[in-house]
């Protein structure tokens, strides 16, 4: 028996877009999952997603999925819900982001009934519900952008168009000075 009450996070994810995401990977600082970890996000389907502690400092991780068919498309999700302090959450749909383990430390605190709709993310959420069961409401874009890795010659190929920028003699010479100069001057 605990000395403290079950603190829960659920998502309910409902994904709008043509892909199944699979489990690919987490990292729980603290905390652990209540549904199955290899539940299956189905394309057009709502799923739940649950993850609860009995200890002191709540659940706190990062967990991602790829599409189950070419996995190149990524369900990247950072959330937190310790005992003393509000919870936070943060999602990715489609790129994956730079650092996701940073993104634990980063990602908004949640407020009851906002949408959240950072640019880019492939995703919106809002929390419907805060306290010792957390809820929120995420819901994925049908058109998420696809991750395409830099391949060796995407790298090399980049560095030589940085290189010839940098040798070739700049275009944009003129006799007259900057704005700012010009406003010195006057």
């Known amino acids: 028996m605990s000395l403290f009450p079950e603190n829960r996070f659920l998502i309910e994810v409902n994904n709008q877009s043509e892909h199944d995401f699979v489990l690919d ?67 990715s749909v489609g790129l994956p982001p730079a650092d996701l383990k940073s ?10 009934n906002v949408w959240n709709k950072p640019e880019g993310a492939g995703c919106i959420w809002m929390a419907a519900a805060i306290g010792n069961m957390t809820v929120v409401k995420l819901e994925i874009f049908a058109n998420p952008p696809k991750y395409v890795p830099p391949s060796a010659a995407s790298v090399a190929a980049a560095k030589e168009a940085a290189a010839k920028a940098a040798s070739s003699p700049s275009s944009s010479t003129s006799a007259s000075p900057p704005p700012a100069a010009a406003a010195a001057a006057a």
Not at 35 to 64: C, H, Y
Not at 75 to 83: E, G, I, V
Not at 103 to 112: C, G, K, N, W, Y
């Open 25 to 91: 990977g987490e990292w729980l600082r603290s905390g652990e999952w209540k549904t199955d970890p290899k539940t299956i996000v189905k394309a057009g389907t709502l799923t739940m997603l649950e993850f609860f502690s009995e200890m002191s400092r709540g659940v706190a991780g990062i967990v991602w999925w790829t599409d189950a068919t070419n996995h190149d498309v990524y369900l990247s999700m950072a959330l937190s819900h310790p005992r003393l302090q509000s919870p936070s959450f943060s999602c």
């Open 103 to 112: 993104e634990l430390d980063v990602a908004p605190r949640l407020a009851e």
